[in-house]
């Protein structure tokens, strides 16, 4: 005979409350657990709109007030000016991006010669190996100041390493920590011109050219000069002034060029020589005489004259 089963428990009142009571607290943990939830995504999406925010505001404010040493000492032409003595003629910095002041006109007489180079270009270096003695005897005697453009024209022809770049920025550390050494520097970088296609110079034998140009080893201008280099510290400015000889208009007082469309690109009294290659002294000779006109066969200083 199978007994009954016991009767099923009846909860009473005071278990009944009590059941209540840890539902209701359950189901408030549940709600506080989602509420901290919501509010922890909330927080963080405000955190992320904050930082996106101060990111855009530090970009605007970077791009707007941008200092004004961008640009090297001596180069507010985009180019450095050589006159008498070999000495440079002194100007201040502008940002990388600011258009260019031309030189002020040399006194009657004395002609000026531009050159726009790529110190990886062959045929920059031929012209300077054939008229750099010309240019040289002509600044010397009085008779004409040479303003050198160091450009970046050739930039993907150094197996990588920006030596087109990397020599123009040199260069610009040079006009500004030692300007009166520049043409020194820019001879030497023609004389130790690596071949289009290889690496080029390292930073460290730009340096070295540098020391060896004259750039005074014994004082803070050469490790100057060497930081600057190592940094790339002039490298926007450089492809800045490379944009604008290619755009125009040029930085030349008197020149109805508005352009130049490779290097060299030499200009003398604002004409452009159109050379022919191979260049011959002769013809740069010639062209100089031509170019000055009258003016420079009565200059009383220069001597001796270039010959045709």
Excluded at 28 to 53: C, H, N, P, Y
Excluded at 134 to 150: C, D, F, K, M, N
Excluded at 233 to 260: C, H, K, M, N, Y
Aim: hydrophobic share 40%.
């Amino acid at each position: 005979m199978n007994e009954a089963p016991p009767p099923a428990h009846t909860p009473t009142r005071g278990e009944r409350r009590a059941e209540a009571r840890e539902k209701a607290r359950v189901l408030r943990e549940s709600q506080r657990k989602k509420e901290r939830r919501t509010l922890w995504i909330v927080q963080g999406s405000i955190a992320v709109v904050v930082v996106a925010i101060i990111a855009v505001v530090a970009l605007v404010l970077t791009n707007s007030v941008r200092p004004e040493g961008d640009g090297p000492l001596n180069m507010a032409s985009d180019g450095i000016k050589i006159g008498q003595n070999f000495e440079a003629v002194a100007t201040p910095s502008r940002p990388a991006g600011a258009r260019p002041i031309p030189s002020e006109p040399n006194p009657a007489g004395v002609v000026e010669i531009q050159v726009f180079v790529d110190y990886l270009c062959p045929r920059c270096a031929e012209f300077d190996a054939e008229n750099g003695e010309l240019i040289r005897t002509l600044i010397e005697s009085g008779a004409a100041t040479v303003e050198y453009h160091p450009l970046s024209t050739l930039t993907n022809l150094s197996a990588g390493t920006r030596y087109s770049l990397r020599s123009a920025n040199a260069a610009a550390c040079v006009a500004n920590y030692a300007p009166n050494r520049y043409l020194d520097f820019h001879e030497a970088l023609f004389v130790n011109q690596p071949e289009e296609g290889t690496p080029g110079l390292t930073d460290e034998e730009l340096v070295e050219l540098a020391a060896r140009a004259g750039v005074d080893a014994s004082t803070v201008t050469l490790n100057a000069v060497e930081q600057c280099v190592d940094d790339l510290r002039f490298r926007d400015w450089v492809q800045a002034a490379t944009e604008r000889a290619l755009e125009g208009p040029l930085p030349i007082s008197d020149t109805s060029v508005e352009s130049i469309s490779g290097t060299p690109a030499v200009f003398v009294n604002g004409d452009l020589f159109e050379f022919r290659y191979p260049f011959e002294q002769s013809e740069f000779s010639q062209f100089v005489l031509e170019a000055a006109g009258a003016e420079f066969a009565t200059n009383p200083t220069p001597t001796p004259t270039p010959s045709p």
